[in-house]
């Protein structure tokens, strides 16, 4: 049986027109004697239906040039509330959730009266955590630009470069078992 591989309001490219489109209505086509669809097509705006194969998704974000994971931004059905209940919401029927591995397995998702109280910032957030991995590679890029530069940078970029390092150590950092939590700021 037929799976829907799109959600509502997912920004896809459509190859045979060559445009990027949001898709507006998944479509299933049901058969009698059937309990699921045999065949989903997509809405998306361009007067007609396109099969799954003709749309590619959007990368969430690009991967970090150091190599590292490609964290990506997912919007996932809204089943606590109805879309009409959402219209306040930036994506209507939808909510956030950033996917931290290859399997779509793990990540971040937000419990829905949090995403309801405050959306647009849960939508802020949701991009900053898909983006984390790149700015990581950005500003491990400065620190060694910093270091290559043999005290040649201006002094206030040094000292940015060396809270870049700081804060990198700490990422990198394993705690050991039973050691207590650092603060944060």
């Known amino acids: 049986m037929a799976k ?11 190859e045979s027109v060559g445009v990027w489109a949001t898709v507006e209505k998944i479509v299933p086509v049901w058969a009698k004697g059937f309990d699921e669809p045999v065949k989903v097509t997509y809405d998306v705006g361009l007067g007609r239906d396109f099969q799954a194969t003709e749309l590619r ?14 964290w990506r931004l997912l919007r996932a059905r809204n089943k606590w509330q109805a879309e009409e209940d959402s219209s306040h919401h930036p994506y209507p029927g939808s909510y956030p959730v950033v996917v931290t591995d290859p399997n779509d397995w793990g990540g971040w998702r937000v419990p829905g009266a949090e995403y309801d109280r405050d959306p647009y910032k849960i939508e802020f957030q949701a991009r900053l955590i898909a983006s984390a991995p790149h700015l990581l590679a950005l500003s491990r ?14 002094p206030e970029l040094q000292r940015i470069a060396e809270d870049m390092a700081k804060l990198s150590r700490l990422l990198d950092e394993t705690p050991a078992a039973g050691q207590a939590k650092p603060e944060t700021a």
């Open 4 to 14: 829907a591989i799109f959600q509502r309001n997912q920004k896809v490219w459509v």
């Open 57 to 70: 998704a959007e990368q969430g974000g690009a991967a970090p040039a150091s190599g590292g994971p490609a």
């Open 141 to 154: 890029r400065v620190v060694e630009l910093v270091d290559e530069s043999a005290g040649d940078a201006p």
